[in-house]
């Protein structure tokens, strides 16, 4: 059964940091594109970033320069690294199948809320 369980997030000034992980089970991120969503409150599923099977990352142009996905083969887990967190980066973030667009199977989410 495929299974993905997003944790890390939590309540962080605009300016700070926080990384998320996404522990995969039922299938290998080593062969399958992963990526990071998210949904603001009131709004749509924004795709946020994305890393192929092979390794190549993609960024929306939003957070270029203050995220970083990555991987973990051997413990089968995804990461987002934010670094200088705005407001508007707040949202429930999903991490999913798939390297582009908002949709595939997700896990549960993790809430991320930027607030002075």
């Known amino acids: 059964e495929v299974q993905l369980v997003e944790s890390g997030g939590g309540l962080v000034q605009p300016g700070g940091s926080l990384r998320l992980s996404c522990a995969a089970s039922?299938?290998?991120?080593?062969?399958?594109?992963m990526k990071w969503v998210r949904q603001a409150p009131g709004k749509g599923l924004e795709w946020v970033s994305g890393?192929?099977?092979?390794?190549?990352?993609d960024l929306a142009e939003s957070v270029k320069g203050r995220f970083t996905i990555s991987r973990d083969t051997a413990k089968n887990e995804l990461y987002l690294q934010m670094n200088s967190l705005e407001i508007e980066d707040t949202g429930v973030y999903y991490c999913?199948?798939?390297?582009?667009?908002?949709?595939?199977?997700r896990g549960q989410g993790t809430q991320v809320t930027v607030s002075s």
């Open positions: 039922g299938f290998k991120l080593s062969v399958n594109d």
């Open positions: 890393i192929s099977w092979f390794g190549s990352t």
């Open positions: 999913a199948i798939g390297r582009v667009g908002t949709g595939g199977t």
